[in-house]
Nanobody, 123 residues
Framework: QVQLVESGGGLVQAGGSLRLSCAAS????????MGWFRQAPGKEREFVAG????????YYTDSAKGRFTISRDNAKKTVYLQMNNLKPEDTAVYYC??????WGFGRDEADYWGQGTQVTVSS
Protein backbone atom coordinates (compact mmCIF):
# COMPACT_ATOMS: atom_id res chain seq x y z
CA GLN A 1 0.00 0.00 0.00
CA VAL A 2 1.26 3.45 -0.92
CA GLN A 3 -0.20 6.79 0.09
CA LEU A 4 0.71 9.91 -1.86
CA VAL A 5 0.44 13.52 -0.71
CA GLU A 6 1.16 16.38 -3.10
CA SER A 7 2.21 19.90 -2.16
CA GLY A 8 3.69 23.00 -3.73
CA GLY A 9 0.85 24.18 -5.92
CA GLY A 10 -0.30 27.77 -6.00
CA LEU A 11 -0.88 30.88 -8.06
CA VAL A 12 1.95 32.13 -10.26
CA GLN A 13 2.29 34.57 -13.12
CA ALA A 14 3.10 33.38 -16.61
CA GLY A 15 6.82 32.79 -16.95
CA GLY A 16 7.16 31.89 -13.30
CA SER A 17 8.16 28.63 -11.64
CA LEU A 18 6.76 26.17 -9.14
CA ARG A 19 8.12 23.01 -7.61
CA LEU A 20 5.63 20.30 -6.78
CA SER A 21 6.44 17.58 -4.28
CA CYS A 22 4.82 14.21 -3.73
CA ALA A 23 5.55 12.51 -0.45
CA ALA A 24 4.90 8.78 -0.33
CA SER A 25 4.39 6.34 2.48
CA UNK A 26 4.97 2.64 2.19
CA UNK A 27 7.95 0.36 2.27
CA UNK A 28 8.14 -0.38 -1.45
CA UNK A 29 8.19 3.18 -2.80
CA UNK A 30 11.49 2.68 -4.54
CA UNK A 31 10.10 -0.11 -6.73
CA UNK A 32 7.32 1.97 -8.25
CA UNK A 33 7.32 4.05 -11.34
CA MET A 34 6.14 7.54 -10.46
CA GLY A 35 4.23 9.97 -12.60
CA TRP A 36 2.68 13.40 -12.62
CA PHE A 37 -0.65 13.96 -14.31
CA ARG A 38 -2.88 17.01 -14.57
CA GLN A 39 -6.54 17.71 -15.11
CA ALA A 40 -7.91 21.03 -16.28
CA PRO A 41 -11.61 21.90 -15.88
CA GLY A 42 -13.71 20.04 -18.43
CA LYS A 43 -10.78 17.97 -19.65
CA GLU A 44 -9.54 14.46 -19.05
CA ARG A 45 -6.64 13.76 -16.76
CA GLU A 46 -3.45 13.70 -18.84
CA PHE A 47 0.09 12.48 -18.40
CA VAL A 48 2.72 15.16 -17.80
CA ALA A 49 5.93 13.41 -16.70
CA GLY A 50 7.12 10.04 -15.45
CA UNK A 51 10.23 8.54 -13.91
CA UNK A 52 11.43 4.97 -13.49
CA UNK A 53 12.19 3.64 -10.02
CA UNK A 54 15.92 3.95 -10.63
CA UNK A 55 15.52 7.61 -11.59
CA UNK A 56 17.58 6.95 -14.67
CA UNK A 57 14.79 7.25 -17.22
CA UNK A 58 12.36 10.12 -17.47
CA TYR A 59 9.48 10.78 -19.83
CA TYR A 60 7.55 13.93 -20.69
CA THR A 61 4.57 14.97 -22.69
CA ASP A 62 5.52 17.28 -25.55
CA SER A 63 4.19 20.39 -23.82
CA ALA A 64 6.37 19.73 -20.78
CA LYS A 65 9.64 19.01 -22.55
CA GLY A 66 12.24 21.68 -21.93
CA ARG A 67 10.19 23.35 -19.19
CA PHE A 68 9.43 20.66 -16.59
CA THR A 69 11.81 18.30 -14.81
CA ILE A 70 10.77 15.24 -12.85
CA SER A 71 13.08 13.78 -10.23
CA ARG A 72 12.88 11.47 -7.24
CA ASP A 73 14.65 10.87 -3.97
CA ASN A 74 14.00 7.28 -2.95
CA ALA A 75 15.60 7.80 0.46
CA LYS A 76 13.08 10.57 1.18
CA LYS A 77 10.26 8.73 -0.63
CA THR A 78 9.55 11.90 -2.57
CA VAL A 79 9.09 12.73 -6.22
CA TYR A 80 9.35 16.28 -7.54
CA LEU A 81 8.15 18.21 -10.54
CA GLN A 82 10.06 21.40 -11.23
CA MET A 83 8.00 23.58 -13.54
CA ASN A 84 9.62 26.57 -15.23
CA ASN A 85 8.34 29.10 -17.74
CA LEU A 86 4.77 28.32 -16.77
CA LYS A 87 1.97 29.21 -19.15
CA PRO A 88 -1.74 29.84 -18.53
CA GLU A 89 -2.50 26.56 -20.30
CA ASP A 90 -0.60 24.75 -17.54
CA THR A 91 -3.40 25.65 -15.14
CA ALA A 92 -4.82 22.42 -13.71
CA VAL A 93 -4.97 20.18 -10.70
CA TYR A 94 -1.73 18.20 -10.65
CA TYR A 95 -1.78 14.63 -9.40
CA CYS A 96 1.01 12.33 -8.37
CA UNK A 97 0.62 8.65 -9.21
CA UNK A 98 2.48 5.42 -8.55
CA UNK A 99 2.46 2.46 -10.86
CA UNK A 100 4.23 -0.81 -11.64
CA UNK A 101 7.97 -0.98 -12.15
CA UNK A 102 7.41 -1.39 -15.91
CA TRP A 103 4.56 1.11 -16.05
CA GLY A 104 4.03 2.76 -19.40
CA PHE A 105 2.51 5.75 -17.55
CA GLY A 106 -0.93 5.09 -18.85
CA ARG A 107 -3.52 6.76 -16.64
CA ASP A 108 -5.64 3.63 -16.25
CA GLU A 109 -2.68 1.50 -15.14
CA ALA A 110 -1.75 3.65 -12.15
CA ASP A 111 -1.99 1.81 -8.84
CA TYR A 112 -2.20 4.79 -6.48
CA TRP A 113 -3.15 8.46 -6.73
CA GLY A 114 -2.65 11.49 -4.55
CA GLN A 115 -5.39 13.99 -3.81
CA GLY A 116 -4.00 16.63 -6.17
CA THR A 117 -2.65 20.15 -5.85
CA GLN A 118 -3.97 23.18 -7.74
CA VAL A 119 -1.67 25.10 -10.06
CA THR A 120 -2.99 28.36 -11.46
CA VAL A 121 -1.00 30.41 -13.94
CA SER A 122 -2.19 33.95 -14.61
CA SER A 123 -1.50 35.79 -17.84
Amino acid sequence: QVQLVESGGGLVQAGGSLRLSCAASGRTFSSYGMGWFRQAPGKEREFVAGIRWTGGSTYYTDSAKGRFTISRDNAKKTVYLQMNNLKPEDTAVYYCAAGPTDWGFGRDEADYWGQGTQVTVSS
